[in-house]
Structure formats: structure tokens, C-alpha cells
């Protein structure tokens, strides 16, 4: 089993529409949780942290099941500018960066 | 530009030939890491540095793969000997000690063997 999974996609969503993935992790000792964004033949950015009790910054929702070992990304009314790979990232060592393993990434492609 | 910058951008080599990468990281970042990106595929971890010692080197980095950062600044990566599947984009990123996981990562070096 992949230590952190994600649906490749495509996801194809009409402009203004809500689109949620999600990300499974295998380490139930993984400490912390992230998403980030890269765009087509960038670089990764940090989108955002995901915290035990859900999080929210703007349109975006991150949520995480410890129970369950996932970790989701909600956004709404979705912009063309969202259109990019947004990739699971977990820690499995806390503190510094170290520990970082991604996953593949979700593609998503916003349509006007 | 205070970010992470990483040198050459692009670049193209024959097989059998060496390469070297160089990154620069934010300046009072003090941890280096390298990860290795190929198309589809999310980063995938090779090695980290804090200060100049390097910490730790991931099952990807084989002989023919070395990383410095002899006075804690700016880091090397070689590959010696490059074979076709080395083609891939090599990122570097940087972050503290302390304050959280984030790393920022360098627009990456794409590497091409022909």
C-alpha cells in the first residue's frame, strides 16, 4: 500500500461549482498534514496546513479523520484560477520538514 | 528575490556525462531538502541537509548521486554517470528547524538525458 493516496483524476468542474477530494495515508503515526498546489511545470506551494479540528481559509475547507486516516480538501465556488495539481502531504516525524511524503497529486481543471 | 533559487533551470546532457545542480536556499532557513519529480508523480524525498551536515539520504539516491552544502548555505547535487531515467525534475526546498513543516521550494532544475 502507497504510504499516501490520492484520485489522479482529472476533475472537471464548472466554474463557481464545489469540488472535494480526498487523501488516505497509511503511517497512523503521521503527525502532521498539508496541501499543496502546483501548477502546470511549477513549482509545489503550501495551499495550506490541516489541523485536528478542520480548518478553513477563504473558500477553502481542509478537514482530517485521524480515525479514518484521510485528509480533505473542499473548495467552493471555484475559480478558473483554481485549475492546478493539488497534492496530499503528510508528515510522518513532526517538527521539521523532514518527514514529508507526497502524494501524486489531483489534477483539477475548472471550466468556464 | 529572496526565495528559493535554483540553478540551471534546464538542462539537457548525454548519457554517461555528469551533471550538477546548485540550490540556494531562503538565507536563515537552515534545513535543505532535495526531492526528485517525475511526470505524474508527486516529489519524492532524496536527501536533506541541516546546516552543512546531511542527515539523511533516501533508497532513490544511489551511488552515482551525491549532495554537499559544505558551509550551510548553498547545496550541489551531482549525478555521475546519467542514465536515461534520471530524466526528471530535481527540487530543492528549504525550511527551519523550527515553526512548522512548511517548505518552500525552488522552481527545480529539469533535467534531460538524451
Known amino acids: 500500500r502507497k504510504e499516501v493516496e490520492q484520485d489522479p483524476g482529472p476533475f472537471n468542474v464548472p466554474e463557481g461549482a464545489t469540488v472535494a477530494f480526498n487523501c488516505t495515508y497509511s503511517n497512523s503515526a503521521s503527525q502532521s498534514f498539508f496541501w499543496y498546489r502546483q501548477d502546470c511545470r511549477k513549482e509545489p506551494k503550501l495551499l495550506m496546513s490541516?489541523?485536528?479540528s478542520g480548518n478553513e481559509d477563504g473558500r477553502f475547507t481542509a478537514q482530517l479523520n485521524r480515525a479514518s486516516q484521510y485528509i480533505s480538501l473542499l473548495i467552493r465556488d471555484s475559480k478558473l484560477s483554481d485549475s492546478a495539481t493539488y497534492l496530499c502531504v503528510v508528515n510522518q516525524r513532526g517538527g521539521g520538514a523532514d518527514g514529508l511524503t507526497f502524494g501524486k497529486g489531483t489534477h483539477l481543471i475548472i471550466q468556464p | 528575490d529572496t526565495g528559493v533559487s535554483q540553478n540551471p533551470r534546464h538542462k539537457i546532457t548525454k548519457r554517461g556525462q555528469n551533471v550538477t545542480f546548485r540550490c540556494d536556499p531562503i538565507?536563515?532557513?537552515?534545513?535543505l531538502y532535495w526531492y526528485r519529480q517525475t511526470l505524474g508523480q508527486g516529489p519524492e524525498f532524496l536527501t536533506y541537509f541541516q546546516n552543512e551536515a546531511q542527515l539523511e539520504k533516501s533508497r532513490l539516491l544511489s551511488d552515482r548521486f551525491s549532495a554537499e552544502r559544505p558551509k550551510g548555505s548553498f547545496s550541489t547535487l551531482e549525478i555521475q554517470r546519467t542514465e536515461q531515467g534520471d530524466s526528471a525534475m530535481y527540487l530543492c526546498?528549504?525550511?527551519?528547524?523550527?515553526?512548522?513543516?512548511?517548505?518552500?521550494f525552488g522552481q527545480g532544475t529539469r533535467l534531460t538525458v538524451v
Open positions: 538565507s536563515e532557513h537552515n534545513r
Open positions: 526546498a528549504s525550511s527551519l528547524v523550527t515553526g512548522g513543516s512548511e517548505a518552500f
Open positions: 490541516v489541523y485536528s
